[in-house]
């Protein structure tokens, strides 16, 4: 993240729920911004197959000992991405 802000012209941070919610609209501008011209053709073959029932599961999926000391080990980072911790 230290890196991200030195240098915001060089990281692209792509969110997990995020793809998965809507994979279009977060790989399509990662796509043109890595130089690509045909994103429509690469979106079609590898954005099938998300599911976005899968966004949040960790919470639920981590056992509870394991869930808190994530938390506490990285609770400022998931604040930091947007994430609720």
Do not use: I
């Not at 890595?34 to 979106?43: N, Q, S, T």
């Not at 999926?61 to 808190?68: F, G, K, L, S």
Request: charged share 25%.
């Amino acid at each position: 993240m230290q890196f991200a802000r030195q240098h915001p012209d060089q990281v692209r941070v792509v969110r997990y729920e995020d793809l998965l919610s809507d994979p279009v609209a977060c790989l399509e501008p990662v796509l043109h911004w890595l130089g690509e011209d045909d994103v429509g053709e690469l979106l079609s073959r590898h954005t099938v197959g998300l599911d976005a029932s899968r966004s949040g599961r960790w919470r639920e999926d981590m056992p509870a000992n394991d869930n808190a000391a994530f938390k506490a080990s990285v609770g400022d980072l998931l604040q930091t991405l947007g994430y609720a911790a």
